[in-house]
């Protein structure tokens, strides 16, 4: 009997000197993980991802098209490219913008002299009143 009780009693004793504590490392970047690990997880994600956007358009969408709905697309951006140069012919003048507005269909583009070389384009939609602005060095 007393040799099971020592037996038992040095299994205790041998199983709490192997315990250690145990340290959380976290994996995800955002949660103090490697850095490293951001571009494994985030492709894992994308390979798991089995949910579509309805909305989204798709990536070959072009190729899906017929070839005269391809020539409309190409004839489409070769217009607004125009129309876009045409507008920046009216703001440029040597090479450098000039404070003004310009106006096209959609469009007005107002160009503001902020004073120590800096310009203020905003560019305002006509139909839905939004716009947008940024700044450039003119110099």
């Known amino acids: 009997m007393r040799q099971r009780f020592a037996i038992i009693l040095n299994l205790l004793f041998c199983a709490s000197a192997l315990a250690s504590e145990l340290v959380y490392t976290p994996v995800n970047p955002s949660f103090g993980g490697s850095p490293f690990n951001g571009a494994n997880l985030l492709n894992s994600a994308q390979a798991t991802n089995k949910h579509q956007d309805p909305n ?78 940024f700044q450039v060095n003119s110099q």
């Not at 798709?58 to 391809?70: A, E, G, I, V």
């Not at 440029?92 to 107002?110: D, R």
């Open 56 to 133: 989204a358009a798709s990536s070959s969408s072009y190729f899906n098209q017929t070839p005269l709905q391809q020539f409309n697309d190409n004839l489409e951006r070769s217009v607004l490219s125009q129309l876009s140069s045409a507008a920046t012919s009216g703001i440029i003048a040597g090479g450098k913008l000039v404070p003004g507005s310009v106006q096209t269909g959609n469009f007005n583009i107002t160009i503001s002299d902020l004073g120590g070389g800096l310009l203020q384009i905003t560019t305002t939609d006509k139909v839905s009143g939004a716009s947008t602005s």
